[in-house]
């Protein structure tokens, strides 16, 4: 079956701009995910979601960073006014467990 | 504040030899989970380790969990050199009635021909 998917893979955006970035979550799975991964660095975590219900954000850097799961199914991380620190891979992931599937990450990079 | 350490940040060793990598954690957790990362690539999971006491293995790789001791190994047997990559530990940590993963620092692997 299809695993996590998301979009797009790379991006590249310049200071100030915003972006977003989605997350389409294996079919059914209730709890989505997102982290932020670092160059040379472990995943750390942003945010989840429990279907539309953002009930943990304590991970998100800065209020520039917004995440949303309107229908509980597609996820969209919106980053405002990016800034060079934001670059980073974003993973998601998605389970209806413990255990968390990850999907291949947008990676940002902003100039 | 629940910390996942690992060690050796980076390793380097010849195709053949043995090697453990460690994954201590400072809080109770329930689950423990290794994962391989590409250059590049997403997360690869590898073990989930469930109880005090579990080992599991899977080719050249085996992984044991004690929960007392907060410490989990990665046991590399024979490497390879496919099996370079980035190996990271995670715990999960409750919720809002899920569990999310605080990860380790990675090991990076490369093994040498």
């Known amino acids: 079956g299809a695993g996590v998917s998301q979009s797009p893979r790379y991006k590249v955006a310049k200071r100030g701009q915003d972006v977003a970035l989605r997350c389409d979550p294996i079919s059914g799975h209730v709890s989505l995910f997102w982290y932020q991964q670092a160059l040379g660095q472990g995943p750390e975590f942003l945010t989840y979601?429990?279907?539309?219900?953002?009930?943990?954000k304590s991970g998100l850097p800065s209020d520039r960073f917004f995440a949303e799961r309107p229908e509980g199914s597609v996820s969209t991380l919106k980053i405002q006014r990016t800034q060079q620190e934001d670059s980073a891979v974003y993973l998601c992931?998605?389970?209806?467990?413990?255990?968390?599937?990850f999907g291949p990450g947008t990676r940002l990079t902003v100039t | 504040e629940l910390k996942v350490e690992q060690n050796p940040l980076f390793l380097s060793m010849q195709e053949g030899k043995n090697y453990t990598i460690y994954c201590n954690y400072s809080?109770?957790?329930?689950?423990l989970y290794w994962y391989r990362q590409d250059p590049g690539k997403s997360l690869e999971s590898l073990f989930v380790?469930?109880?005090?006491?579990a080992v599991k293995q899977e080719g050249r790789l085996m992984a044991s969990l004690d929960t007392k001791a907060r410490l989990s190994t990665l046991h590399i047997t024979a490497a390879v050199h496919d099996l370079s990559a980035t190996y990271f530990c995670a715990v999960d940590k409750p919720t809002s009635g899920t569990y999310k993963y605080i990860f380790g620092t990675g090991t990076r692997l490369k093994v040498l021909a």
């Open positions: 380790l469930l109880s005090n006491g």
């Open positions: 809080t109770t957790s329930d689950r």
């Open positions: 979601f429990q279907n539309e219900a953002q009930l943990d």
């Open positions: 992931a998605s389970s209806l467990g413990y255990e968390q599937y």
